[in-house]
């Protein structure tokens, strides 16, 4: 299957602590997404990627998060120090190369912050 | 004003009915619009893409795009019970840009 990959479906944190999400996008697929989405609310931009690149952060909160898409492997958020507002569902998708086709987005990581 | 804005509904229709829903966008220089398909607890689903004025067909879907007046439609004939989901409208202001999504109008069929 070359659909997007992203693991853990399901993460629970204490608050204080670091939450990892991580996401392999399509293969061919350049192009990495990250998004928040909280109950009833629509999809927010967090941050663009491109390997070893950051394209677009413009929607990532300025202290505590941080993303990587590095030459080798997944793409990586990460949260520190965690608190509850960050829980939420976090999406992440893929486009190839040439844009403009839309994305492709993975099954998301629900984060719960206790 | 919000980027792209949709209505949140729920819009609720009858089994076989026709559903419409309507989303604007402010940046009138945006090139792509996609519509996706976002079931409760699940991720979302691409269903439509439109990148000139008019209307595209696909299968029961239509998406409909008038540049002028910064509007993105979408039509679902014959609707199911399991069309029921939200409907989230997303704008792309120039190709392999990032896509910004309005907050998705929630849509009921009903048997």
């Known amino acids: 299957n070359a659909g997007v990959m992203q693991n853990p479906r399901h993460l629970v944190r204490r608050r204080g602590q670091e939450a990892r999400l991580r996401c392999s996008p399509m293969k061919g697929h350049s192009h990495v997404y990250w998004y928040r989405q909280l109950p009833e609310e629509g999809l927010k931009f967090m941050v663009y990627l491109q390997k070893e690149n950051i394209i677009d952060e413009s929607g990532m909160p300025k202290e505590r998060f941080s993303a990587e898409f590095p030459k080798e492997g997944p793409s990586i958020l990460r949260i520190q120090q965690v608190v509850r507002g960050d829980s939420a569902a976090y999406f992440c998708?893929?486009?190839?190369?040439?844009?403009?086709?839309?994305?492709?987005f993975g099954s998301g990581t629900r984060l719960t912050v206790v | 004003q919000k980027e792209v804005e949709q209505n949140s509904g729920p819009l609720s229709v009858p089994e076989g009915a026709i559903a419409s829903l309507n989303c604007t966008y402010s940046?009138?220089?945006?090139?792509?619009f996609f519509w996706y398909r976002q079931y409760s607890g699940k991720s979302p689903e691409l269903i439509m893409s439109?990148?000139?004025?008019g209307d595209k067909e696909d299968g029961r879907f239509t998406a409909q795009l008038n540049k002028a007046s910064q509007y993105v439609s979408l039509l679902i004939r014959d609707s199911q019970p399991s069309d029921s989901a939200t409907y989230l409208c997303a704008v792309e202001k120039s190709s392999g840009d990032k896509l910004t999504f309005g907050t998705g109008t929630r849509l009921a069929v009903r048997p």
């Open positions: 998708a893929s486009s190839p190369p040439q844009g403009g086709r839309g994305y492709t």
């Open positions: 940046d009138r220089g945006s090139q792509s």
């Open positions: 439109i990148y000139s004025n």
